[in-house]
């Protein structure tokens, strides 16, 4: 169980593994938006290209969870990034289920449509102002308030503010 | 102004990182279509989807490229990070150079059913450099505490490490080293000074006037103080905002439980000295030459 979480929170990799998978479907589902708007000039191939990008996105969000869940259980639940992190899961199960219909929505219709109907463009535009949101506030975690950062560093620091003279915490 | 706007300071949040998760989920995509155009190639406009995303992915890393080199400029010449960033941005302009030739190789042929074997082969490439760039990247942040906190602060924080020695004639025998901080005389207010004073790293900050010194590193997870940010005689850490008194070096404010090292600063001649005291018992032999 332990390899488990130590797994999820990169400790393997020296790096939070969160924070790279979501690098996806922040990526994906933007695009997609972009995509179904470009299906205006550019037909079925930006209607496939942005389909694709949806599922990508959906396939990697899932990945995202439980590396997320770990990261978000280590911060104390009193600190002010405990309620970020909170909205942050909420906006971020929202945000995936919208562009979970949105691919059912246009599943059947996809290979032949040269353009996207109202309704999934409508939730590709929901679904990203919505997930831009959510990512500022995983973004606010780490910048504003220093979520994992100096975690997997703290022995290499702790070195250098040893030789720099520094009163440091007992080990 | 537009740095403080490149470096995402309005928004509490540094404008690269968060516009990097484009050509990074591109590429990807991109990758994934000529695979899946080998696997099927019945699927029609896998190719030019293909094309597409890459397109875009370049788009996105050249905009993502200005907050970044902004970034780059804006981390202290000796930090241990420099190097790594310094790699990063190499690595990123190599990956955008590769997916550039990418592009034009492959523009004349997306009317085939597969993605030839040369495009492929840069996309491969690409994604590998890509991956280990994008590493790096992230170890700036997570483990160098790049730009995080760096909104906090209104002023501009130090370019380099001031290296500091007793003037000659100095008492080699005494506890204390009184050394003159001429470069403190050009302070502004909340502006700090990084020093590094027999072997000792000090932070110099002046305060309503007045010059105080304490240690650079944070005790929780040792952030920079000399890029934190103040308020009244508070110094606020950038990266977990543990504050200290800077008078007394008392914590003020959690995660940090220890209080820092504080040094004494005064006029002596005219010149602002700090007085620091030897930063270890040493060997008689030393003292004695």
Known sequence: MKWLLNFLKGK???????????????????????????????????????????????????????????????????????????YHMIL???????????????IHTFREAIIVAGAPLALSIIGTVLLIGSAYLGGLMVYDYGISVGRMSKKKWRGIAKAGGANLPAE | MLKDFLEGKPLRHPLHPFLVHFPIGL???????????????????????????????????????????????????????????????????????????NLGVRSSTLDQLKTPVAPLVLSLVGIALLSVSGYLGGRLVYDEGISVGRHKRRTPTPEDTLHLAAELGEDKRADTIVVPVPEAESL?????????????????????????AFQEF???????????????????????????????????QGPAKVDLKTFKMERRDGKICIDVPRAKSRDPHDQET
Request: charged content about 15%; hydrophobic content about 50%.
């Open chain 2, 27 to 101: 590429f990807i995509l991109s990758l994934l279509l000529d695979l899946a155009s080998l696997g099927f190639p019945s699927v029609p406009n896998l190719v030019r989807d293909a094309f597409y995303a890459m397109l875009l992915g370049i788009i996105t890393a050249l905009i993502a490229a200005v907050p970044g080199l902004v970034d780059y400029t804006d981390i202290r010449s000796d930090h241990p990070g420099k190097r790594t960033a310094t790699t990063h941005l190499t690595l990123n302009l190599v990956v955008v150079g590769l997916y550039g030739i």
């Open chain 2, 188 to 212: 502004g207010e909340k502006e700090t000074l990084r020093v590094q004073i027999d072997g000792q790293v000090i932070a110099i900050a002046k305060l309503d006037g007045n010059f105080y």
């Open chain 2, 218 to 252: 944070c005790t929780h997870r040792f952030g920079p103080l000399s890029e934190g940010s103040f308020q009244d005689f508070n110094v606020q850490c950038p990266w977990h905002s543990s504050c200290f008194d800077v008078r007394t070096g008392k914590v003020t």
């Open chain 1, 92 to 106: 971020n199960l929202v945000v995936a289920l919208l562009f979970a219909i949105n691919l059912g929505l246009r």
């Open chain 1, 12 to 86: 393997w990799l020296k790096h939070p593994l969160h924070p790279i998978i979501v690098h996806v479907p922040m990526a994906m589902w933007p695009c997609a938006l972009i995509f179904d708007l470009l299906s205006r000039w550019n037909g079925n191939v930006m209607v496939r290209l942005s389909f694709y990008a949806i599922i990508f996105g959906l396939v990697a969000s899932l990945l995202a969870v439980p590396s997320g869940l770990v990261d978000w259980s280590g911060v104390k639940k009193e600190k002010p990034a405990w309620k970020i992190g909170l």
